[in-house]
Protein backbone atom coordinates (compact mmCIF):
# COMPACT_ATOMS: atom_id res chain seq x y z
CA UNK A 1 0.00 0.00 0.00
CA UNK A 2 0.91 3.49 -0.67
CA UNK A 3 -0.26 7.10 -0.24
CA UNK A 4 1.02 9.72 -2.50
CA UNK A 5 2.80 13.38 -0.81
CA UNK A 6 3.12 17.05 -2.21
CA UNK A 7 6.88 16.94 -3.10
CA UNK A 8 7.02 20.57 -2.21
CA UNK A 9 5.89 20.06 1.58
CA UNK A 10 5.39 16.66 2.14
CA UNK A 11 1.56 16.87 2.84
CA UNK A 12 -0.60 13.77 2.10
CA UNK A 13 -2.62 13.93 -1.16
CA UNK A 14 -4.37 10.51 -0.93
CA UNK A 15 -5.68 7.82 0.39
CA UNK A 16 -4.08 4.22 0.62
CA UNK A 17 -3.91 2.62 -2.48
CA UNK A 18 -2.61 -0.54 -3.71
CA UNK A 19 -1.47 -0.67 -7.22
CA UNK A 20 -2.94 -2.24 -10.40
CA UNK A 21 -2.89 -2.77 -14.23
CA UNK A 22 -3.37 0.76 -16.23
CA UNK A 23 -7.65 -0.32 -17.43
CA UNK A 24 -7.65 -0.19 -21.32
CA UNK A 25 -9.82 2.26 -21.62
CA UNK A 26 -7.53 4.73 -20.00
CA UNK A 27 -6.98 6.94 -23.27
CA UNK A 28 -10.85 6.67 -24.59
CA UNK A 29 -13.24 9.39 -25.94
CA UNK A 30 -16.93 7.84 -26.17
CA UNK A 31 -19.84 9.66 -27.67
CA UNK A 32 -20.43 12.76 -27.81
CA UNK A 33 -21.90 14.64 -24.35
CA UNK A 34 -22.04 11.06 -22.70
CA UNK A 35 -21.39 11.53 -18.78
CA UNK A 36 -18.72 8.10 -18.04
CA UNK A 37 -18.28 6.94 -14.88
CA UNK A 38 -14.77 6.95 -12.71
CA UNK A 39 -11.88 5.24 -14.22
CA UNK A 40 -10.28 4.04 -11.27
CA UNK A 41 -11.86 1.59 -8.49
CA UNK A 42 -11.68 3.20 -5.59
CA UNK A 43 -8.56 2.21 -3.49
CA UNK A 44 -6.59 1.70 -6.35
CA UNK A 45 -4.19 3.33 -8.56
CA UNK A 46 -2.50 2.73 -11.48
CA UNK A 47 1.05 4.05 -13.51
CA UNK A 48 0.56 5.45 -16.90
CA UNK A 49 4.29 4.55 -18.82
CA UNK A 50 3.90 6.91 -21.88
CA UNK A 51 3.01 10.59 -21.39
CA UNK A 52 -0.17 12.26 -21.29
CA UNK A 53 -1.11 15.81 -22.68
CA UNK A 54 0.35 18.96 -23.85
CA UNK A 55 2.73 20.13 -25.16
CA UNK A 56 2.59 18.22 -28.19
CA UNK A 57 4.47 16.96 -31.23
CA UNK A 58 2.96 16.15 -34.84
CA UNK A 59 4.57 13.30 -36.78
CA UNK A 60 6.17 15.30 -39.19
CA UNK A 61 7.98 16.34 -36.06
CA UNK A 62 9.37 13.33 -34.69
CA UNK A 63 12.20 11.59 -35.74
CA UNK A 64 11.58 7.92 -36.94
CA UNK A 65 14.09 6.80 -34.49
CA UNK A 66 12.87 8.65 -31.42
CA UNK A 67 9.62 7.58 -32.10
CA UNK A 68 10.76 4.00 -31.79
CA UNK A 69 12.66 4.76 -28.93
CA UNK A 70 9.33 5.43 -27.23
CA UNK A 71 7.57 2.37 -28.32
CA UNK A 72 5.72 3.91 -31.31
CA UNK A 73 6.39 2.18 -35.07
CA UNK A 74 3.61 3.70 -37.02
CA UNK A 75 2.55 7.00 -37.78
CA UNK A 76 0.21 8.52 -35.43
CA UNK A 77 -1.38 12.02 -35.48
CA UNK A 78 0.58 13.11 -32.91
CA UNK A 79 2.80 12.19 -29.75
CA UNK A 80 2.71 13.86 -26.27
CA UNK A 81 5.87 15.61 -25.44
CA UNK A 82 5.22 15.70 -21.48
CA UNK A 83 6.52 13.63 -18.79
CA UNK A 84 5.68 10.36 -18.72
CA UNK A 85 4.27 8.11 -15.26
CA UNK A 86 1.50 9.91 -14.44
CA UNK A 87 -0.11 7.77 -11.39
CA UNK A 88 -3.84 7.74 -12.15
CA UNK A 89 -6.48 7.46 -9.03
CA UNK A 90 -10.27 7.94 -8.94
CA UNK A 91 -11.37 11.36 -7.90
CA UNK A 92 -12.49 10.07 -4.47
CA UNK A 93 -8.86 8.74 -3.69
CA UNK A 94 -7.93 12.59 -3.96
CA UNK A 95 -6.79 14.52 -0.15
CA UNK A 96 -5.81 18.14 0.64
CA UNK A 97 -6.17 19.71 -2.62
CA UNK A 98 -8.04 22.66 -4.34
CA UNK A 99 -8.87 23.38 -7.74
CA UNK A 100 -7.14 25.99 -9.98
CA UNK A 101 -10.49 27.30 -11.45
CA UNK A 102 -8.19 29.18 -14.41
CA UNK A 103 -6.78 26.13 -15.60
CA UNK A 104 -10.33 24.25 -16.71
CA UNK A 105 -9.00 23.89 -20.17
CA UNK A 106 -11.37 23.47 -23.65
CA UNK A 107 -14.01 21.83 -20.73
CA UNK A 108 -18.07 21.53 -21.90
CA UNK A 109 -19.26 19.83 -19.03
CA UNK A 110 -16.16 19.42 -16.80
CA UNK A 111 -12.56 19.12 -17.13
CA UNK A 112 -10.80 18.26 -19.83
CA UNK A 113 -6.98 19.06 -18.61
CA UNK A 114 -5.96 20.63 -21.76
CA UNK A 115 -4.23 23.07 -19.61
CA UNK A 116 -1.88 21.06 -17.62
CA UNK A 117 -2.05 20.80 -13.69
CA UNK A 118 -5.72 21.66 -12.20
CA UNK A 119 -5.48 21.28 -9.05
CA UNK A 120 -2.75 22.27 -6.04
CA UNK A 121 -1.97 21.32 -2.78
CA UNK A 122 -3.58 22.80 0.05
CA UNK A 123 -0.75 23.50 2.08
CA UNK A 124 1.60 25.02 -0.22
CA UNK A 125 -0.09 25.46 -3.56
CA UNK A 126 2.10 23.53 -5.61
CA UNK A 127 0.26 22.04 -9.09
CA UNK A 128 0.20 18.43 -8.02
CA UNK A 129 -2.67 17.05 -10.50
CA UNK A 130 -5.15 17.11 -13.37
CA UNK A 131 -8.64 16.08 -13.08
CA UNK A 132 -10.64 15.24 -15.62
CA UNK A 133 -14.38 14.67 -15.47
CA UNK A 134 -15.49 16.44 -18.83
CA UNK A 135 -18.06 14.52 -21.11
CA UNK A 136 -17.03 11.48 -22.73
CA UNK A 137 -14.16 11.19 -20.50
CA UNK A 138 -13.57 8.76 -18.11
CA UNK A 139 -13.15 10.54 -14.64
CA UNK A 140 -9.53 10.39 -13.19
CA UNK A 141 -7.22 12.44 -11.50
CA UNK A 142 -3.34 12.36 -12.60
CA UNK A 143 -0.90 12.63 -10.27
CA UNK A 144 2.32 14.52 -11.99
CA UNK A 145 5.51 12.19 -11.14
CA UNK A 146 7.27 15.54 -11.04
CA UNK A 147 5.14 16.60 -8.18
CA UNK A 148 4.13 14.03 -5.86
CA UNK A 149 6.15 11.30 -3.97
CA UNK A 150 4.74 7.73 -3.80
CA UNK A 151 5.58 6.54 -0.21
CA UNK A 152 4.86 2.69 1.25
CA UNK A 153 2.29 2.68 4.70
CA UNK A 154 1.90 -0.03 6.63
CA UNK A 155 -0.75 -2.12 6.11
CA UNK A 156 -2.11 -5.97 4.88
CA UNK A 157 -1.15 -6.76 1.71
CA UNK A 158 -2.95 -9.84 0.08
CA UNK A 159 -1.77 -12.25 -2.31
CA UNK A 160 -3.18 -11.51 -5.29
CA UNK A 161 -6.05 -13.99 -6.29
CA UNK A 162 -5.37 -17.20 -8.21
CA UNK A 163 -7.28 -17.59 -11.76
CA UNK A 164 -9.49 -19.96 -10.19
CA UNK A 165 -10.64 -18.02 -7.57
CA UNK A 166 -11.66 -14.75 -9.82
CA UNK A 167 -13.30 -16.67 -11.96
CA UNK A 168 -14.90 -18.01 -8.55
CA UNK A 169 -15.92 -13.82 -7.80
CA UNK A 170 -17.81 -14.11 -11.69
CA UNK A 171 -17.08 -9.65 -12.11
CA UNK A 172 -18.50 -9.95 -15.38
CA UNK A 173 -18.67 -7.02 -17.69
CA UNK A 174 -22.06 -6.47 -19.35
CA UNK A 175 -21.76 -5.73 -23.35
CA UNK A 176 -24.59 -3.46 -23.08
CA UNK A 177 -25.48 -0.72 -20.14
CA UNK A 178 -27.27 2.49 -20.45
CA UNK A 179 -25.19 5.59 -21.34
CA UNK A 180 -26.01 8.68 -19.08
CA UNK A 181 -25.55 11.96 -21.30
CA UNK A 182 -26.05 15.58 -20.82
CA UNK A 183 -28.03 18.35 -22.66
CA UNK A 184 -31.29 16.80 -22.62
CA UNK A 185 -34.63 18.63 -22.00
CA UNK A 186 -34.52 17.66 -18.59
CA UNK A 187 -31.47 17.45 -18.15
CA UNK A 188 -29.69 14.18 -17.75
CA UNK A 189 -30.85 11.91 -20.50
CA UNK A 190 -29.77 8.70 -21.18
CA UNK A 191 -29.83 5.49 -24.11
CA UNK A 192 -28.74 1.90 -24.10
CA UNK A 193 -25.62 1.18 -26.05
CA UNK A 194 -22.93 -1.44 -26.49
CA UNK A 195 -20.42 -0.89 -23.56
CA UNK A 196 -17.68 1.38 -23.94
CA UNK A 197 -15.82 -0.64 -22.06
CA UNK A 198 -16.09 -3.91 -24.33
CA UNK A 199 -15.14 -1.17 -27.44
CA UNK A 200 -12.05 -0.53 -26.17
CA UNK A 201 -11.05 -3.72 -25.56
CA UNK A 202 -11.90 -4.92 -28.34
CA UNK A 203 -9.38 -1.83 -30.45
CA UNK A 204 -7.24 -3.46 -27.88
CA UNK A 205 -7.73 -7.26 -28.87
CA UNK A 206 -8.69 -6.24 -32.80
CA UNK A 207 -5.06 -5.30 -33.36
CA UNK A 208 -3.53 -8.05 -31.91
CA UNK A 209 -5.73 -10.02 -33.90
CA UNK A 210 -4.05 -8.72 -37.09
CA UNK A 211 -0.50 -9.04 -35.96
CA UNK A 212 -1.36 -12.84 -34.91
CA UNK A 213 -2.90 -13.49 -38.20
CA UNK A 214 -0.29 -13.12 -40.22
CA UNK A 215 -1.85 -11.64 -43.25
CA UNK A 216 -4.14 -14.51 -43.66
CA UNK A 217 -7.74 -15.09 -42.65
CA UNK A 218 -8.66 -15.52 -38.86
CA UNK A 219 -11.99 -17.33 -38.18
CA UNK A 220 -13.45 -16.50 -34.38
CA UNK A 221 -15.84 -18.60 -32.43
CA UNK A 222 -19.21 -18.23 -33.48
CA UNK A 223 -21.88 -16.08 -31.46
CA UNK A 224 -20.68 -13.21 -29.30
CA UNK A 225 -16.94 -13.68 -30.62
CA UNK A 226 -18.53 -13.44 -33.91
CA UNK A 227 -20.37 -10.22 -33.32
CA UNK A 228 -17.55 -8.59 -32.04
CA UNK A 229 -14.82 -9.36 -33.89
CA UNK A 230 -15.24 -11.42 -36.92
CA UNK A 231 -16.81 -7.84 -39.27
CA UNK A 232 -13.78 -6.32 -38.78
CA UNK A 233 -11.18 -9.03 -39.38
CA UNK A 234 -13.03 -10.30 -43.10
CA UNK A 235 -12.48 -6.50 -43.73
CA UNK A 236 -9.21 -5.75 -43.01
CA UNK A 237 -7.69 -9.45 -43.99
CA UNK A 238 -7.69 -10.84 -47.22
CA UNK A 239 -10.38 -13.67 -48.13
CA UNK A 240 -9.36 -17.28 -48.98
CA UNK A 241 -8.27 -20.74 -46.71
CA UNK A 242 -6.97 -22.12 -44.70
CA UNK A 243 -7.87 -19.76 -42.15
CA UNK A 244 -6.11 -18.97 -39.04
CA UNK A 245 -8.04 -20.47 -36.19
CA UNK A 246 -8.65 -18.25 -32.96
CA UNK A 247 -10.50 -19.89 -29.69
CA UNK A 248 -11.53 -18.73 -26.24
CA UNK A 249 -8.79 -19.87 -23.70
CA UNK A 250 -8.21 -19.86 -19.72
CA UNK A 251 -9.29 -21.12 -16.47
CA UNK A 252 -11.89 -23.52 -16.12
CA UNK A 253 -12.20 -23.59 -20.31
CA UNK A 254 -10.82 -27.40 -22.15
CA UNK A 255 -7.18 -26.96 -22.74
CA UNK A 256 -6.84 -25.66 -26.59
CA UNK A 257 -5.91 -28.84 -29.09
CA UNK A 258 -2.55 -28.00 -31.13
CA UNK A 259 -4.07 -27.12 -34.12
CA UNK A 260 -5.40 -23.88 -32.62
CA UNK A 261 -3.15 -20.45 -33.68
CA UNK A 262 -4.74 -17.59 -31.75
CA UNK A 263 -5.66 -17.90 -28.13
CA UNK A 264 -7.95 -15.01 -26.96
CA UNK A 265 -7.23 -14.81 -22.64
CA UNK A 266 -7.99 -12.89 -20.03
CA UNK A 267 -5.40 -10.57 -18.27
CA UNK A 268 -5.49 -10.94 -14.68
CA UNK A 269 -7.02 -7.73 -13.06
CA UNK A 270 -4.43 -7.30 -10.18
CA UNK A 271 -1.08 -7.91 -11.98
CA UNK A 272 -1.67 -7.33 -15.72
CA UNK A 273 -0.24 -10.74 -16.60
CA UNK A 274 -1.99 -12.78 -19.10
CA UNK A 275 -3.32 -16.15 -18.69
CA UNK A 276 -1.05 -19.39 -20.18
CA UNK A 277 -1.23 -22.76 -19.31
CA UNK A 278 2.25 -24.24 -16.89
CA UNK A 279 3.15 -25.96 -20.00
CA UNK A 280 2.64 -23.20 -22.72
CA UNK A 281 -0.91 -22.18 -23.59
CA UNK A 282 -1.21 -25.28 -26.81
CA UNK A 283 1.82 -27.18 -25.43
CA UNK A 284 5.03 -27.62 -24.75
CA UNK A 285 5.92 -25.09 -27.47
CA UNK A 286 3.12 -22.91 -26.77
CA UNK A 287 3.02 -21.20 -30.22
CA UNK A 288 -0.39 -19.90 -30.02
CA UNK A 289 -0.35 -16.01 -30.01
CA UNK A 290 -2.15 -14.56 -26.99
CA UNK A 291 -4.51 -11.38 -27.46
CA UNK A 292 -5.40 -10.17 -24.23
CA UNK A 293 -9.02 -9.25 -23.01
CA UNK A 294 -10.17 -7.61 -19.66
CA UNK A 295 -11.39 -10.34 -17.12
CA UNK A 296 -15.00 -8.98 -17.04
CA UNK A 297 -14.79 -8.93 -20.99
CA UNK A 298 -13.58 -12.29 -21.16
CA UNK A 299 -15.86 -13.92 -18.56
CA UNK A 300 -19.05 -12.80 -20.41
CA UNK A 301 -17.12 -13.89 -23.94
CA UNK A 302 -16.87 -17.82 -22.09
CA UNK A 303 -20.65 -17.25 -20.25
CA UNK A 304 -22.97 -14.91 -21.62
CA UNK A 305 -25.63 -14.35 -19.89
CA UNK A 306 -29.32 -14.49 -21.64
CA UNK A 307 -31.13 -11.50 -22.76
CA UNK A 308 -34.21 -13.30 -23.59
CA UNK A 309 -37.11 -12.89 -21.36
CA UNK A 310 -38.46 -16.30 -19.59
CA UNK A 311 -41.90 -16.62 -19.32
CA UNK A 312 -43.55 -16.83 -15.83
CA UNK A 313 -46.71 -16.06 -13.83
CA UNK A 314 -48.39 -14.72 -10.90
CA UNK A 315 -45.70 -12.39 -8.95
CA UNK A 316 -42.54 -12.46 -10.96
CA UNK A 317 -39.69 -14.61 -8.48
CA UNK A 318 -36.31 -13.01 -7.86
CA UNK A 319 -33.97 -12.19 -10.97
CA UNK A 320 -36.92 -12.95 -13.50
CA UNK A 321 -36.91 -10.86 -16.40
CA UNK A 322 -40.25 -9.29 -17.43
CA UNK A 323 -41.28 -10.01 -21.14
CA UNK A 324 -43.14 -6.05 -21.55
CA UNK A 325 -40.89 -4.10 -21.70
CA UNK A 326 -38.22 -6.48 -23.99
CA UNK A 327 -34.79 -6.62 -23.12
CA UNK A 328 -33.22 -2.95 -24.34
CA UNK A 329 -31.02 -3.87 -27.61
CA UNK A 330 -28.51 -0.90 -29.03
CA UNK A 331 -29.04 0.46 -32.68
CA UNK A 332 -26.56 -0.40 -34.32
CA UNK A 333 -24.34 -3.26 -35.04
CA UNK A 334 -20.74 -3.61 -32.47
CA UNK A 335 -18.13 -1.29 -33.49
CA UNK A 336 -14.45 -1.45 -31.54
CA UNK A 337 -12.94 1.61 -30.35
CA UNK A 338 -11.05 3.43 -33.16
CA UNK A 339 -8.73 4.91 -31.25
CA UNK A 340 -7.53 2.67 -28.56
CA UNK A 341 -7.25 -0.02 -31.96
CA UNK A 342 -4.76 2.62 -33.76
CA UNK A 343 -3.31 3.06 -30.57
CA UNK A 344 -2.63 -0.35 -29.98
CA UNK A 345 -1.32 -0.97 -33.34
CA UNK A 346 1.01 1.77 -33.59
CA UNK A 347 2.58 0.32 -30.41
CA UNK A 348 3.18 -3.32 -31.49
CA UNK A 349 6.77 -3.85 -33.54
CA UNK A 350 4.99 -6.39 -36.09
CA UNK A 351 3.43 -3.40 -37.77
CA UNK A 352 7.04 -2.64 -39.21
CA UNK A 353 6.35 -5.75 -41.67
CA UNK A 354 5.16 -5.01 -44.87
CA UNK A 355 2.26 -6.45 -45.07
CA UNK A 356 0.75 -5.27 -41.99
CA UNK A 357 2.08 -1.90 -42.77
CA UNK A 358 -0.26 -1.95 -46.38
CA UNK A 359 -2.89 -2.58 -44.09
CA UNK A 360 -2.59 0.25 -41.86
CA UNK A 361 -1.38 2.49 -44.66
CA UNK A 362 -5.07 1.40 -46.53
CA UNK A 363 -6.93 2.59 -43.76
CA UNK A 364 -8.75 5.53 -45.37
CA UNK A 365 -11.30 7.52 -43.13
CA UNK A 366 -14.00 5.97 -45.36
CA UNK A 367 -13.15 2.38 -43.79
CA UNK A 368 -12.41 3.81 -40.46
CA UNK A 369 -15.82 5.51 -40.51
CA UNK A 370 -17.48 2.18 -41.41
CA UNK A 371 -15.90 -0.15 -39.14
CA UNK A 372 -15.21 1.52 -35.80
Same mark, same amino acid.
Not at 116 to 140: F, H, I, K, Y
Not at 216 to 239: E, I, N, T, W
Given at each position: MFVFVCAGCGAELTTSLSQVPLPVHVRQKYGNGAQLPVLMEAGTFAVDPEPWGGPWQTWDEIDQGEAEARGIYA?????????????????????????????????????????????????????????????????????? =??? /???????????? %? @?????? $?????????????????????????????????????????????????? =??? /???????????? %? @?????? $?GTPKRRAVLAGPGQPSPDAGVDILLVPVHPQTGTAWTTPIGPTGPTGSAYLVPLPLGVWLWLVSPQPYLPVPASGRTPHEVLRDDPLPPLPHRPFRADRGTFLHTLARLPAVRDPWLRTIVENLTQSTLTDLF
Open positions: PVHALSDNTPGDSVIAPGDIRGTRLIPEQRGGACCGLDGADGPNMACETCALPVATRVDDCSLWQTVRLH =PGA /VHRVPVDGFRAA %P @LSWSEL $AEEEKMTPPIEPIVTWGGRMGLNHYWSWSPQWEAAAGQALAHLLVASQGQ =PVK /VPSGLPADVFQR %P @LDALLP $A
